[in-house]
């Protein structure tokens, strides 16, 4: 037996191609398969049942989820798992759906000298910075002695 060394002439048993040819007694096969097993990625844990097959090993199906989100890019912003849709900018990956896109760009607009918010529409340029063209702060801008 390629399990426990004994010699198998009788009672039931497993005739194995691999990893060795050979027979394991049939009380010892699911110690056999789980000794010589290719081991799960994710886990660790040897694989006897359904899986998927990916360039660096084999990963349970059950596993599969986890292993993705664990060696996955994770994005600038949540620090979450990037697992579809995405914005490349200079700092890595941003997730492209939900609001992590527009959180980054808020975060990296210039702010308004006026009302110091980002500014992400419409606006005027003066030589000390950017001021919203919506709303009162370009007004304010004005009569405060600005252009």
């Known amino acids: 037996c390629l399990q426990c060394g004994e010699f198998v002439d009788t009672g039931r048993y497993y005739a194995v191609t691999e990893p060795q040819k050979g027979r394991v007694h049939a009380h010892c096969y699911e110690a056999f398969r789980a000794a010589t097993a290719d081991q799960c990625l994710h886990c660790g844990q040897a694989i006897t049942d359904t899986f998927y097959r990916l360039d660096e090993g084999k990963v349970h199906a059950h596993c599969y989820d986890d292993f993705r989100a664990s060696a996955a890019d994770r994005c600038h912003v949540c620090q979450k798992p990037i697992l579809d849709a995405y914005y490349t900018v200079d700092e890595g990956k941003i997730h492209g759906e939900g609001d992590c896109f527009s959180r980054y760009e808020e975060a990296k607009a210039p702010r308004c000298l006026i009302c110091h918010k980002a500014v992400?529409?419409?606006?005027?340029?003066?030589?000390?910075?950017?001021?919203?063209?919506?709303?009162?702060?370009?007004?304010?801008?004005?009569?405060?002695?600005?252009?």
Do not use: F, M, N
């Open 120 to 147: 992400l529409g419409q606006y005027y340029q003066v030589d000390a910075g950017a001021i919203h063209a919506e709303g009162d702060c370009y007004a304010k801008y004005r009569a405060g002695g600005g252009a």
